[in-house]
């Protein structure tokens, strides 16, 4: 029913910056958050950013003045800008939305990861 589309991940140096898209499709009336998510290997999937329906962000405390959430609700898309990367940033990134369906049914739905990595 909805379909998640994540791009923009990849190899950088400690530094730089990579900026992730996320584009919602499909039977979607609204979507209320949309968040960004990220597990690195032997850990917990974490919270990275989210961002409401009205524009309101919130961080990780981990990535608070480096990573930028913003959102495109014409086209449905949540972008997270990442500055400053470090090392400890590595990790596989999660797009998340939560939806209302035409159906008038809720729905949270998950993107299929997009690997970031941050070496020298």
């Known amino acids: 029913q909805v379909q998640l589309a994540e791009s923009g991940g990849g190899l950088v140096q400690p530094g730089g910056s990579l900026r992730l898209s996320c584009a919602a499709s499909?039977?979607?009336?609204?979507?209320?958050?949309m968040g960004w998510y990220r597990q690195a290997p032997g850990k917990q999937r974490e919270l990275v950013a989210v961002?409401?329906?009205?524009?309101?962000?919130d961080y990780a405390d981990s990535v608070k003045g480096r990573f930028t959430i913003s959102r495109d609700n014409a086209k449905n898309t949540v972008y997270l800008q990442m500055n400053s990367l470090k090392p400890e940033d590595t990790a596989l990134y999660y797009c998340?939305?939560?939806?209302?369906?035409?159906?008038?049914?809720?729905?949270?739905?998950w993107g299929q990861g997009t690997q970031v990595t941050v070496s020298s």
């Open positions: 998340n939305v939560r939806v209302v369906l035409y159906s008038w049914s809720r729905g949270d739905y």
């Open positions: 499909g039977s979607i009336r609204s979507i209320n958050a």
């Open positions: 961002i409401s329906s009205s524009g309101s962000p």
